[in-house]
């Protein structure tokens, strides 16, 4: 059974940085690509950012380009989102999950930035 556990989230001023982590069970985690996506109220989920099996390569919706940056950690089944110069729009919860095929969702955390 796959096991997604995100974590990291907070409540931040505008500017500010946080770091998720994504903890990964129940799969071979170095050969899936991951993806970060967030949902904020009243809005469908999307994809933020996703990052190769290898790590070699990322993407990044528009919204975020050049402020979060997504990397992984083989060794330890988890991915990372850096996420710096945080603006009131980013508020959401946060969601890890194969970039592809989507597996059943954890929890997410939740990211608050205050203006």
């Known amino acids: 059974q796959v096991q997604l556990v995100e974590s990291g989230g907070a409540s931040v001023q505008a500017g500010g940085s946080l770091r998720l982590s994504c903890v990964v069970s129940?799969?071979?985690?170095?050969?899936?690509?991951m993806g970060w996506y967030r949902q904020a109220p009243g809005r469908q989920r999307e994809l933020v950012a996703s990052?190769?099996?290898?790590?070699?390569?990322?993407n990044y919706a528009d919204s975020v380009k050049g402020r979060f940056t997504v990397s992984r950690d083989n060794a330890k089944n988890t991915v990372y989102l850096q996420m710096n110069s945080l603006k009131p729009e980013d508020t959401a919860v946060y969601y890890c999950n194969h970039a592809v095929t989507k597996y059943t969702w954890g929890q997410g955390t939740q990211v608050t930035v205050s203006s």
């Open positions: 990052i190769t099996n290898g790590g070699r390569s990322t």
């Open positions: 129940g799969i071979i985690f170095s050969i899936n690509a």
